[in-house]
Structure formats: structure tokens, C-alpha cells
């Protein structure tokens, strides 16, 4: 199996979670926190379209520079977990699968969290164990510009970048109104198709150019 590196976020989205099936995954943790990605987001499908679920997290000065993605805090003053709960439970509470799998996920929107890139390791490790997926352990050690020896998939992290994969159509929960929408968080896959989502990321067409 091909090795990958890539980010940690939060509840990936479809194609990272593919690549994450079909790869061995290499977790990128030496590198700095950058907006307009997935680290700190994540989309679903909801009654009024895509929604994105945001988490807030606590901006340092500008006079300490970037800041490393393992040091970035979540802003837990606002209650963004229970409003992320609430809206998953609100777009999907009729899907086939979500009440299956909300006894598994409820407690990471119950515990407490200190930084960012822990609660996404934490959010693909459930999802995983709800995948029956073997959850990647290995992390790297230091900050490679070009890696050697493994595929770069570090780009996928980028919230705003198109990638060419085809996204097998599924049934969605508002597809009457909103039509099919490509590549939610993982969550949706989950909620919708259930088991059969194992098989749909084994399946999804990736190639080297998609990374």
C-alpha cells in the first residue's frame, strides 16, 4: 500500500477520507496553521444547502508570527459544539443511519478540548472506528518542504482548491431541494449510506494527481 501524508481536520470530507481507505496515511503535525482550510472546518448538507460548521479558535499576535498548527487552541468560550451538534442533529435526524452512529460520536461534542489538531485526530478516529477503518497512527517528526518517498498529499487540506474526483452520486437527505452536493464531511456519508460507506471509499477513482 502507498504511503500519504497528509493534514489532520476536522471530520474530513469525502475524498481525504478516501485517500485515508485506500493509502496509508502519514499524519503532517510540523507544519504551520494556515486559514481557508479543512483544520478548522467542515461542510453538511442541510435543508438550506451546503453549510459549513466553523470552529472558532484563539488568534495569537502578529508579533509571534505564524503560529504551529499543534499549538492552535479552540475558542471555547463560545458554545460551538453544541451548536454543531444541534445542527447535525437538525439536518440529519431523518437519515437512515444518523441515530445508529450519534451514540458514538455525541462525546466528542461533550468533551473538552484544548487544542485543534487533537480534536481532529480525535473526530477521524471515531469516524474511523464507525468505518471499522484502522485509524493511522504514524506522525511526522519534522518539517519537510519535498518529501521523499511518499505521496504529498498535504494540498487536500485546502478548503477553497477543486480536486478531479468524481463523486459517485448517493442518496442525500435534501437532494428533492438541493440536488446532489459533492464531496460533505464524511459524516454524511456515514449517516446516509451506513455500512455500505466502507465499500463507497474503497470504490471512489483516485489517482497521484488527486493528492
Keep these: 500500500m502507498s504511503r500519504i501524508l497528509m493534514h489532520p481536520t476536522y471530520f474530513p470530507d469525502i475524498i481525504s477520507f478516501a485517500h485515508l481507505a485506500q493509502y496509508e496515511v502519514v499524519w503532517e503535525v510540523q507544519d504551520h496553521y494556515q486559514k481557508q482550510t479543512y483544520r478548522n472546518r467542515t461542510y453538511i448538507a442541510t435543508d438550506q444547502g451546503r453549510q459549513m460548521l466553523n470552529i472558532p479558535i484563539k488568534h495569537v499576535g502578529g508579533s509571534q508570527g505564524r503560529q504551529d498548527y499543534r499549538a492552535v487552541r479552540l475558542e471555547n468560550s463560545y458554545p460551538w459544539q453544541r451548536q454543531h451538534w444541534r445542527g447535525l442533529q437538525t439536518a440529519y435526524r431523518t437519515s437512515p443511519f444518523f441515530e445508529f452512529y450519534e451514540d458514538d460520536l455525541l462525546p466528542l461534542f461533550e468533551k473538552d478540548f484544548t487544542y485543534l489538531m487533537d480534536l ?27 518529501p ?38 464524511t459524516l454524511d456519508l456515514l449517516f446516509n449510506l451506513g455500512p455500505e460507506a466502507p465499500s463507497y471509499l474503497d470504490e471512489l477513482k483516485l489517482s497521484h494527481r488527486d493528492a
Excluded at 151 to 171: H, M, Q, S, T, W
Design 148 to 185: 521523499e518517498g511518499i505521496i504529498d498529499g498535504r494540498k487536500l487540506v485546502n478548503a477553497k482548491a477543486a480536486f478531479p474526483v468524481e463523486i459517485p452520486e448517493y442518496r442525500q437527505v435534501f437532494m428533492e431541494r438541493h440536488g446532489f452536493i459533492q464531496n460533505l464531511s
Design 120 to 146: 481532529n485526530l480525535e473526530t477521524t478516529r471515531v469516524l474511523c472506528d464507525c468505518l471499522q477503518l484502522d485509524f493511522p497512527e504514524e506522525k511526522t517528526t519534522r518539517w519537510e518542504a519535498a
